[in-house]
């Protein structure tokens, strides 16, 4: 890439920066609808007390164009932790230059250096260029495993099981 490329951890000032690109990834993912975070949610929850997860943000000449939000994980097989990456997007304009190469090998460096045995995330399965960009860095697709969910009323339901 030869443009002034730089990625930053975020800091609370960039809520309104990671706060837009949830957004602008939920539209793309056909999601919009169920983005209930706000700015608020997202100055406590990634900068409060207790921190919950991590965002790092890719800059082309001081202009923020993607960010990645991850966090750690555990995985007993391996008795180490993993990173989880639960976001990665880059604005349109720069896809296909290599800000999502760098972001992911930025995420690499940071998995080998904190002593983490993984890197994984998830893709949608109809997001065909993700799937091939991810295939084409050496990312293996874990079919055999389904992603299974319980949030909302199922949520509560199960909690008051006990």
Known sequence: MNINFEIKFASVDDVPI????????????????????????????LFGEKKYAEVILAYVDNVPVGFALFFHNF????????IYLEDLYVVP????KGVAKKILAFLAKLT???????LEWSVLDWNKPAIDFYKSIGATPM????????????LINLANMI
């Open 18 to 45: 990671i706060f837009n690109f949830i957004k602008e990834l939920a539209e793309y993912e056909k999601l919009l609808d169920e983005v209930v975070a706000t700015e608020e949610i997202l100055r406590e929850k």
């Open 112 to 118: 080998i250096d904190r002593d983490c045995g993984r």
């Open 75 to 82: 995985s007993t097989f391996l008795g180490k932790p993993g």
């Open 143 to 154: 079919d055999e495993w389904t992603v299974q969910r319980v949030a909302w009323q199922e």
């Open 93 to 96: 304009h720069m896809r296909g």
